[in-house]
């Protein structure tokens, strides 16, 4: 682990939703797949999936592990006991 990894492993995780059409994520240690309807990112708080329409990425700061996307949100849902990996997985397996 790295210090950066270790810098975004000790933040705070928050999710701020805006009319439903900006969300700010702060805890994203990974951003692992993204389209206009769908976000899957790696947080210190597990696996997060962000659903909806015309999502697009506004900012995304790695090193501080923030990110803005602006679109319609329609769902928020953490994975519990999913692995982030085996969820691109099936995507992958669905586009083929």
Do not use: C, H, Q, W
């Amino acid at each position: 682990m790295d210090i950066k990894d270790l810098a975004v492993e000790n933040l705070l995780s928050e999710i701020k939703v805006v009319d439903r059409k900006k969300i700010s994520l702060s805890g994203v240690k990974k951003l692992v797949s993204f389209d206009p309807e769908e976000f899957l990112m790696d947080t210190t708080l597990g696996p997060l999936v962000l659903k909806g329409s015309n999502l697009e990425i506004v900012k995304l700061d790695t090193l501080a592990g923030n990110l803005n996307i602006k679109g319609k949100v329609n769902s928020i849902s953490y994975l519990d006991g999913r692995d982030v990996k085996s969820k691109g997985n099936v995507l992958t397996k669905l586009f083929k």
